[in-house]
C-alpha cells in the first residue's frame, strides 16, 4: 500500500459556484452604522465595495455563479490535491484516517488567490485602477499584488510592521508583483500617524492595518478595498475548497468525522468546513469541526460575542461576532495571519449555536507539529497550518487510545517556505510561548463599545 495517496480531480470539476452558508444559517444579527447604530444598507457598503461584491456580503442565495473569467484564472491551480497521510498515520501508530488539503501549490504559495482574484475582477469591472489591502503574516497581500497584475490594476498593501520583519520576502514577493508594500502603523495616513504618536514602537495589528487601508480607499475614488478574511462574501469565494475535498472524498469513499482548520480571520476554515456544514445542516451526514487559534490571539475562546469594530480606527460598521476588542495587540507570534482581534461573523455565529467548537494552541506546540508533519509528510507548512496540525495529531492519538477509527480532514492553507526563520528559532529553542495575560485581555474588552454610545 502506498505511504502517501493523492486525490486528484480534472479541471472541469473546478466549481461553478460558491457556496453562501447564510442560506442554511438562522439568519444572524445585522452589521450596524456606527453612527446611526441602524443596520447598515446597500449604499453605505458602496462606498468602498462593488455592487456584485455587496450583493454577495449582503444576499442569502445558496449559491453564486462563479464567473467565467474567473473560474479561467482558478484552473491554474484548481483543483488542488487532497491527500492521505499514512505515513503521518503509520508514526502516530493510529487508527484514524487523516486527509489534508493542500493549498500551497497555489500561486502566492496559500488559499488567498480564491478570493483575491474575483475581488480584483469585480473593483475592475467597476472602474477601480487601484486595490488596497491590509495584511498579517502577507498571504493576503501577495495574493492581491498577484491579482492585481493579472488584471493590469496596482495595488497598495498595508502589513502589519511585525510580520513585515519577521517575514521580508513576503514584502519583495508583494514587490515583484508591482505592488507597494507598506509596514503598518505608517507615516502615510492620518490614522497610522495617530498609532504612531500614541505609541512610537508599536508592531502593528491587523486592525491598525485595516484603518490605514480604508482611509488610503476613502481618499482615492478609483481604489477598491479588498477584504482578505471575515467578510461574508470572502468566506463564500473559499469554498471551492470543501466542495472540492467533498468531491475528492467521494473518490477515495470516504466521509470526514472531523474538519479541522486554523482560524485568524475566518475564511480558511470557512472554505474548507462551511460545505460540510452546509450539508449537515441540510439533513446530511453529522461532523464536528473544530476551530484552532493562538494561544496569543484567542479570538473564539476568550473573546466577548458583542457588536464591534473590525478595524482599530474604528473606520467599518459594528459587527456582531467573537471579538477581544478593535483596540487589543496580540503579542508578535509567528502565525502572523491568526493575529486578527475579531472573526467572521458567520464563523462566530456557527460557533455560538454550537454547531464548531474552538481549541487554543501555544505557538511552540504548534511547531512541534509542524516539524513531525515536516519529516513523515514532506510538507513545510506554514504557522497558521501548523496549528490545525496540532489538533490533528492529538485526535489522531486519541484515536489509538480510544481504539476508534475516526476520519479527520484538515486545512493546510499554505506552505511555510518563508517562515523558515520561525522554524530556525524553534530547532534553536528561542521560539517563546507569547502568553496573553489577564491584564491585556482586559484592556482589550474594555475597548468594545456599548450600543448605548452608537
Known sequence: MKDQIRFLLPQSEIPRTWYNIAADLPAMAPPLNARTGRPITREDMLRTTPAAL?????????????????????????????????????????PARIYYKYEGDAPTGSFKPNSAVPQAYYNREAGKDTLVADTGAGQWGSAVAFAAALFGMKAEIFMVRVSAKQKPHRKVLMEA??????????????????FLADTPDHPGSLGVAKSEALQT?????????????????VCAHQTVIGQEAKRQLELAEDY?????????????????????????????RDVRIVAVEPAA???????????????????????????????FVPPPVHAGGLRAHSIAPLVSWATELGHIEAVAETQTRCFEAGVLFLREEGVLAAPEAAHAIRVVIDEA???????????????????????????????AGTLPDDSLSDEVLAHGLASIPSLAEV
Open 54 to 94: 455587496v450583493d454577495q456580503e449582503m444576499g442569502n442565495q445558496r449559491e453564486i455563479e462563479i464567473p467565467d473569467e474567473v473560474r479561467e484564472i482558478y484552473a491554474q491551480w484548481r483543483p488542488t490535491p487532497l491527500f492521505r497521510a499514512r505515513r503521518l498515520e503509520r508514526a502516530l501508530r493510529t
Open 177 to 194: 508583483f508591482g505592488a507597494r508594500c507598506i509596514p503598518s502603523p505608517s507615516e502615510q495616513t492620518e490614522a497610522g500617524r495617530g
Open 217 to 233: 480607499v476613502y481618499a482615492n475614488p478609483t481604489a477598491g478595498y479588498t477584504r482578505g478574511s471575515a467578510a461574508n462574501h
Open 256 to 284: 470526514p468525522d472531523i474538519v479541522i482548520g486554523a482560524a485568524g480571520g475566518g475564511s480558511n476554515l470557512a472554505g474548507l468546513a462551511f460545505p460540510f456544514l452546509g450539508e449537515k445542516l441540510r439533513g446530511g
Open 297 to 327: 490571539c484567542p479570538t473564539l475562546t476568550r473573546g466577548r460575542i458583542a457588536y464591534d469594530h473590525a478595524d482599530s480606527g474604528r473606520l467599518t460598521p459594528l459587527y456582531r461576532m467573537h471579538t477581544l476588542g478593535h483596540t
Open 397 to 427: 492519538v486519541r484515536c489509538r487510545e480510544e481504539g476508534t477509527a475516526r476520519t479527520i480532514l484538515f486545512g493546510l492553507t499554505g506552505h511555510g517556505n518563508f517562515d523558515l526563520s520561525a522554524y530556525e528559532r524553534f530547532a
